[in-house]
């Protein structure tokens, strides 16, 4: 019933105010000028009338000229000084400004015209008042049409109608900077405080949650308008009103509302990294900084997602000399850029071009810019990608490792960081048992360094999947549901551990610091998040609802296409199960067996030979002897 009353009065308002301003929004630029330039003569005549009156109670016959001298001057005036260029709907206070110029120039014409034709001309309280009145009437005529041109716009404007959630401040301010824009129409608030029930905000009234269901079909979205909420309340919140099949949004957080980086009215889609994501815990100040502080530190594949995030929060750890590799120009010249819009003095940022294969490449880095730190990032990480170019995935993520280890170990690099993936735990793709490959190079030259009590430390983090990160399965399915889908899931129980990319990199830096030589850091990944479960989850956040069996008439199918080559249904990060904490409450660690290092060697000599000469048969041979729990599929 709200919903047709308001419907029935908007029509009418909008059937009154076409009939009396469509016809002036239609005219043409001349004919519009024109009319206004009659309304303002029409105002300027008045306002002198009204002065004479108000002081002398009419105007006598001494002063009649005045009336018919600013008919022509007002005309030549406010046309050539552009009173009529502007957009009429858009009002700004310097016309109040120029409003007043403009008649001032006016009374300034009247007077010369009455010292050249010595005419009378009135006293100094007639022209201040004329200058008033004439000002003032002109802004206000100005804020009507204004105001009435923009209202017969909003009315025949299709409008949103949104539900905002959270009847406080924030929701307040959010109502009336949507009434202000016209897009929009707010038909309720929701709130779960029952003090506030019964209660309106400018006229919209406050109803609980269990109120969505009866005005549901007029609402086109649902507005989180509640800032401050925690990470666990927004997940309770969005759990709840994301059944009801409308696209939620939210607005921004109240840093970025304080330090101006957005406004009430920016509204955001929730993203699903929100939800994934779990309550931020503080870096410990010992672990996160003072190992980076005043160092050379190199990362190897700066491009790709964890090196950028790496290179991002070390930049704010003020190392002296900052040293970013990377194969990629397009990836390495994003990075750069946005390092040097900082604008940092205390750090030498160092960008090059290269592949960390090259030895002696890799030896030039550390030796030129006398590094101490290495964040080893680069990797071929795509399953399918490795899968389908096995020889060229195992001869880029094992020998950059190799390349980079022999390079530090010659130039006395003071500690050597490798990015691992839970991938490599019980391999059953190319890729995983390449990176597991890799950490036995680097536990390795570990045993190698302590058995010859080196100051060399080699140390792995080993982490699962992070959201946001290029080729992961969120980006994937938010586009194909722009596209109108379907969302293909490779099988229906496939679980997968997410993190995201600022927070895993958090670890990384702090797993460093208690790094010893030999380690293999594990980062708790949360809990364990069902993809099927994930998709339809993205679906319901736009809006739109799951085409199954069930709804026929459902916006998005989700479509099972089989695991991909090598995909497994869960991930692990530990080969063996025991594993032990460290200070900090998120990261534990583990120490794995390795090879021999003559026999390692020997074999990866083998590898390198197989590789070149691009005999894959043997490649993989050789590779199933090192990783023999590698499950080929």
Partial sequence: MFLKTSSYNNLSQKRIL???????????????????????????????????????????????????????LSVFIFTFTNQYTGISRYYRIQDVILFSLRNLLLISCLYFLSLIFRLDFPNIRISILLLILSTIFL???????????????????????????????????????????????????????????????????I???????????????????????SVAERKQIIKKIQNYGKKVLQIPSIEEIKNGRAKIDTLRPISIESLLSRKSIKPINSLFGPGIKG?????????????????????????????????????????????????????????????????????????????????HAAA???????????????????FSTLSICLAA??????????????????????????????????QNFANENKTNNSNLIFSMVRFGNVLGSSGSVVPKFREQIEKGGPITLTHPDVVRY?????????????????ALGGEVFLLDMGKP??????????????????KSSNNRNGDIEIINIGLRPGEKLYEELTISPESQKTKHELIFKTYESSFNSKELNDKLDDLKLCINQRNIKKVFSILSLLVPEWKKS
């Fill in 207 to 229: 109803i609980n949650l269990d109120g969505i269901g009866k005005l549901q079909k007029g609402v086109d979205q649902i507005l989180l308008a509640i800032p401050s909420l």
């Fill in 498 to 514: 997410f993190m995201t990319i600022p927070e895993a990199v958090q670890l990384v830096i702090q797993a460093s610091e208690m």
């Fill in 18 to 72: 076409n009939s009396i301003f469509l016809p002036f929004l239609n005219l043409n630029k001349k004919w519009r000028r024109i009319l206004l330039l009659f309304i303002d003569v029409v105002i300027v005549y008045l306002s002198i009338r009204t002065s004479f009156w108000i002081v002398l109670f009419d105007i006598t016959n001494k002063y009649t000229w005045i009336l018919s001298s600013s008919i022509f």
């Fill in 529 to 546: 998040v069902k993809i099927a479960n994930l998709a339809e989850q993205m679906i319901k956040l736009s809006g739109l609802s799951v």
């Fill in 409 to 442: 170990e010659e130039v006395l690099v003071k500690k050597i960081i490798f990015i691992s993936t839970d991938k490599a735990v019980r391999p059953t793709n190319v890729m995983g048992a390449s990176k597991r490959l890799a950490e036995l190079i680097i």
């Fill in 295 to 375: 160092k050379s530190v190199c990362i190897i594949g700066a491009g790709g997602s964890i090196g950028k995030e790496l290179a991002r929060q070390i930049t704010f750890l003020k190392p002296k000399k900052l040293i970013l590799v990377d194969i990629s120009e397009a990836n390495l010249y994003e990075i750069n850029q946005e390092l040097l819009e900082l604008n940092l003095e205390y750090i030498e940022l160092i960008s090059l071009l290269g592949n960390a294969i090259d030895k002696n490449f890799v030896k030039e880095i550390f030796l030129k810019y006398k590094t101490d730190i290495v964040f």
């Fill in 380 to 398: 071929y990480k795509h399953v399918p990608m490795v899968e389908d170019n096995p020889i060229e995935g195992i001869k880029n993520n094992v």
């Fill in 139 to 205: 802004t206000f005529s100005r804020i009507i049409i204004s105001g009435l041109i923009n209202y017969t716009k909003s009315l025949n404007r299709k409008k949103i109608n949104v539900l905002i959630y959270g009847a406080g401040e924030a929701g307040a301010q959010l109502s009336a900077s949507l009434n202000i824009n016209g897009n929009y129409k707010v038909v309720a608030f929701i709130d779960d405080d029952n003090n506030l029930l019964g209660r309106s905000i400018n006229g919209v009234k």
